[in-house]
Structure formats: structure tokens, C-alpha cells
């Protein structure tokens, strides 16, 4: 398995500004990726975060609003940055072993006023 | 368009009481079938991966089997820490590593 931590673990903010969560590994990893969870929907894929690279993002989610940054192995940051209430959910990273398992983090619940 | 979809919604179950959910696929092409755990306020927990039909997996009371439509997630002789929605996603072949998740089962068993 893997050991992920996630931070901040939970946070309220106010409409209009930005917040980073940060996603750390205890061992290194090719591929990261991040979910939004919106209040009882399931997971959905935001993007795919490469190491040395630009992170591929999926339909509906642009680079601008969801900036992520995979700067080793180990960590990766993403930040909702002009936040709406509907940016209130829960963010979780994600880490693949070769497909054959995946394991996220304990998710970062976000609310927005 | 690949689909996940996933029945029922929601199980209610005495404890002892063994049941099935069910999650039906559409894909171009499977690499694995993902089954998943996720109690309130955490991330979900991996459970099993199944890569081709005929394939089954168990672990404690759980046991996952797929066909080339669809896979089940047996639940036997539940207990009330089974409570919690259970989750499958399918990785296709031309998506490394990318999950796409059904809308999930929420199991509670009661005493």
C-alpha cells in the first residue's frame, strides 16, 4: 500500500480567494492525481499530475481555476484559486501502483462562503 | 461514452443477512474493474482489482467477481462495521491510470 497525508485536512474560505492543498507520499510515485467530491456525489477526476511536466487536466477543468504543481516524486500541490460555493467539496489525491491499485488520500474537505 | 452505474443507491441489512451490489460497465476496453470502501469523511479504501471476466477476489466477507458487463461486490454474513458506500471504478485501456467512478452503494447493517 502506500501512506498518503493530505493538508490541510479541512478549511473554510471566503469567496474570491485561493487555497493550496498539498499532497504528500510516503515512497516515490509516477503518476498523481486529483478527485473533487462534491457533497454526496462521487469521485471525479480533475487531473492527472505528471513529475517535470504539465498536468493534464480532464474536461470541465482548466488550469487556470485548478494550478497544480509535481515538483518530485513525492509531493504535489493543487490550488482552487478564485473560489465559488460551488468549489465546496472534498479534494483527494491519488496514487497508481502500474494499475494494478490505487489509493488516495484522506481528502480535503474545502468549504466556501 | 464509457458509463459506470451502480444498484442499488442504498442497502439496508440486518446483520447476518448476505446480499450483492452490483456495478454494470460500458467501455472501449477495460484494463480493471476497481472496487472501493469509503466511510464518512474519509478517502475510499481499495479493496480488490479484477482484470478480466471469471476473475474473483475475496477478502474477510467481501468477494468481487466480473463478467464482461458487469461485477459484483458479495457482502456474507454482514456485520455493522460493514457499514459504509461501497465504490467501483473502471480504468480503460486507453486511460492509463485514470479511474472513473460509479455513483456508489450505501450499505448500513444493523445490529
Known amino acids: 500500500s502506500a501512506v498518503i497525508s493530505q493538508k490541510p485536512s479541512r478549511d473554510i474560505c471566503q469567496r474570491g480567494t485561493s487555497l493550496t492543498i498539498q499532497c504528500q507520499v510516503d515512497?516515490?510515485?509516477?503518476?498523481m492525481f486529483w478527485y473533487r467530491q462534491q457533497p454526496g456525489q462521487s469521485l471525479t477526476l480533475i487531473a492527472t499530475?505528471?513529475?517535470?511536466?504539465?498536468?493534464?487536466?480532464e474536461s470541465g477543468f482548466v488550469i487556470d481555476k485548478f494550478p497544480i504543481s509535481r515538483p518530485n516524486l513525492t509531493f504535489s500541490t493543487l490550488t482552487v484559486s478564485n473560489m465559488s460555493p460551488e468549489d465546496s467539496s472534498i479534494y483527494l489525491c491519488?496514487?497508481?501502483?502500474?494499475?494494478?491499485?490505487?489509493?488516495f488520500g484522506p481528502g480535503t474537505r474545502l468549504t466556501v462562503l | 461514452e464509457d458509463q459506470v452505474t451502480q444498484s442499488p443507491e442504498a442497502l439496508r441489512l440486518q446483520e447476518g443477512e448476505s446480499s450483492s451490489l452490483n456495478c454494470s460497465y460500458t467501455?472501449?476496453?477495460?484494463?480493471?474493474l476497481f472496487w472501493y470502501r469509503q466511510d464518512p469523511g474519509k478517502g475510499p479504501e481499495f479493496l480488490f482489482t479484477?482484470?478480466?471476466a471469471g476473475e474473483e477476489k475475496e477478502k474477510e466477507r467481501l468477494k468481487a467477481t466480473l463478467t464482461k458487463k458487469e461485477s459484483f461486490l458479495h457482502i456474507t454474513a454482514p456485520k455493522p462495521e460493514d457499514s459504509a458506500t461501497y465504490l467501483c471504478?473502471?480504468?480503460?485501456?486507453?486511460?492509463?491510470?485514470?479511474?472513473?467512478f460509479g455513483a456508489g452503494t450505501q450499505v448500513v447493517v444493523t445490529p
Open positions: 491519488s496514487v497508481d501502483r502500474a494499475s494494478s491499485e490505487q489509493f
Open positions: 471504478a473502471v480504468m480503460t485501456t486507453d486511460s492509463w491510470g485514470k479511474l472513473q
Open positions: 479484477l482484470y478480466s
Open positions: 467501455v472501449s476496453g477495460l484494463r480493471g
Open positions: 515512497s516515490q510515485v509516477t503518476m
Open positions: 499530475a505528471n513529475q517535470g511536466s504539465e498536468a493534464t487536466y
